[in-house]
Structures are given as structure tokens and as C-alpha cells.
């Protein structure tokens, strides 16, 4: 069998067509991935969430805090896992992801929108009820789970 020969800009024509889409059905199998993240994401902590508020004070998740944990995910999970590649290191750190994620959609929801999705009143509470250090072990708790499944 014989090769065939193209001259020199059929080839690099050829070559960036087959390279162009190549990447595009990368981009778009990485954004479907990233997209069924977000949504595995936002139903696991709504649902855990959910189940916590409803033991502790008989109330549920909001849906403005779905779709916040929507919008970061690729943040608190894809990104995240990029910087820190050690599995250990990633969980001691988590919560100082999770906290990052609740000042920034905590802000932005009380500026923007004039809402308070979430107030933390205990002892460690901080940034006016924004955050709060006694969740620390949920968050790592969260962590490990996350970075087990994902």
C-alpha cells in the first residue's frame, strides 16, 4: 500500500483540521464532564445539607445556595485539584476552599441581591456570620468524600 503525498500546505491544512477537532471533542467531553460535576456536586451537598438543617433545625437547603455550589464547583473541585495534587494536603486545605467559596457567594448574594443565604452565629463565626471554624471537620469530612469520588 502505497502513501500518498499532499504537498506541503494540504498537509498542514489536514493536519490542523484533524488537530482542531481533536480539541473540540476534548473541550466538549471535558465540559460535559464538568457539567455532570457540578451537577452530582450540587444534589450531594443540597441532599446532605438538607438532611443536617433538617435534624438540627427543621430547615432545608436553599436554592440559591445550588446553584452558588453549581457556579464553583469547577472552582472547588477541577481547579482546586490542579493546584494542590497531593491527596492529603488537598484535604487539610479544603476548608479554606469552602471558605473562600462562602465569602465570595456569601458577598455576592447580600450586595448583588440583598439576600442572606446563610448566617453562622456561634463563637467562631466571622465576617459577619459568613463563615465559621467550627465546621472545619465538616469540611474536610466533605473534602475527603469529594476527592474520593471525584
Known amino acids: 500500500m502505497g502513501v500518498i503525498a499532499l504537498p506541503f500546505g494540504q498537509s498542514l491544512l489536514l ?10 471533542t476534548s473541550y466538549r467531553k ?4 464538568i457539567f455532570i460535576d457540578c451537577i452530582i456536586v450540587s444534589v450531594g451537598f443540597a441532599t446532605i445539607e438538607s438532611i443536617f438543617r433538617w435534624y438540627h433545625d427543621n430547615g432545608f ?3 440559591e445556595q445550588f446553584i452558588m455550589n453549581f457556579i464553583y464547583t469547577p472552582i472547588m473541585i477541577h481547579l482546586y485539584k490542579k493546584i494542590i495534587k497531593n491527596w492529603y494536603i488537598r484535604i487539610i486545605c479544603f476548608p479554606f ?10 458577598t455576592y448574594l447580600l450586595h448583588v441581591h ?3 443565604v446563610w ?25 475527603s468524600l469529594a476527592f474520593t469520588i471525584f
Open 119 to 143: 448566617y453562622y452565629n456561634d463563637e467562631y463565626a466571622y465576617l459577619d456570620g459568613m463563615i465559621t471554624l467550627s465546621f472545619v471537620h465538616y469540611w474536610m469530612i466533605l473534602g
Open 97 to 106: 476552599n469552602v471558605w473562600i467559596a462562602e465569602i465570595l457567594m456569601g
Open 15 to 24: 493536519n490542523l483540521i484533524i488537530q482542531n477537532h481533536y480539541h473540540a
Open 114 to 116: 440583598e439576600k442572606r
Open 30 to 33: 471535558l465540559f460535559k464532564k
Open 61 to 63: 437547603t436553599t436554592i
